[in-house]
């Protein structure tokens, strides 16, 4: 059975996400920071629940730890937690790339050793379209016109440190993707996207490629990406 662990998994396609590939048989670990919701959706889903703030140390360690002692390896990594807000300012800055760059450090070196032990050894980075230098320099992309400059900027740092951590360990597969404009909490403001399920299907896809499927790329539902 494959082991997946996915962070931010409570709600939205993070919580999908767990659904769908628990539907195809993996043994799925939804970490979220707060221990209520995650508990309510693991029980929901049927899931294993391990609490994990992607932005605490401590909090990580001993996520892995837990999933460690009980299972020995990890196969799947997804990286789901993310904060999305509009403000500019220095502490909103540190908030969203403590959350949407810097946790994916935390995280993936935390569960490097678990990474490891698995025979197929898969890193998932739900990064986004808005972080890609090509999208939003094309006025003809949506993009180009959104004002999510920190969300952004925190996402091109998710996809740069994809790249790089594929090109660090070649025995294990990074790679990120553009799940679609989805109607979550976190776009509410915006009054767009389709639905959690939709956009979860595309992190699934990445999710469930075989030993042979590419590595330091950013992916969309059609493909590969201009980064």
């Known amino acids: 059975m494959t082991v997946t662990l996915i962070t931010g998994a409570n709600k939205g396609i993070g919580y999908e996400t767990a659904k769908q590939l628990l539907e195809r048989g993996h043994d799925v670990w939804i970490g979220a920071r707060d221990a209520g919701r995650g508990e309510k959706a693991a029980a929901e889903l049927g899931a294993r629940f391990v609490q994990l703030d992607v932005t605490d140390d401590a909090s990580v360690a001993a996520a892995l730890a837990s999933i460690d002692a009980a299972e ?96 660090a360990h070649p025995g294990i597969r990074f790679n990120a993707l553009e799940p679609g404009t989805t109607a979550t909490d976190m776009t509410a403001s915006f009054g767009i996207g389709r639905s959690p399920e939709e956009s979860a299907a595309v992190v699934v896809a990445l999710a469930t490629l075989g030993p042979d499927g590419p590595t330091g790329t950013l992916q969309d539902e059609n493909g590969p990406l201009p980064f």
Do not use: C
């Not at 789901?80 to 403590?98: E, H, K």
């Not at 990474?115 to 898969?122: D, F, N, T």
């Open 72 to 167: 020995g390896r990890l196969d799947v990594l997804v990286h789901n937690a993310g904060v999305l807000d509009t403000t500019l300012d220095g502490p909103t800055a540190l908030r969203s790339f403590d959350t949407n760059a810097v946790g994916i450090v935390r995280v993936t070196e935390a569960a490097l050793p678990l990474l490891r032990r698995s025979e197929s050894p898969h890193v998932v980075t739900v990064s986004s379209s808005a972080g890609s230098f090509w999208a939003v320099t094309h006025p003809e992309r949506p993009e180009y016109t959104l004002p999510i400059a920190l969300y952004a900027a925190s996402k091109a740092a998710a996809t740069m440190l994809t790249v790089q951590y594929a090109k």
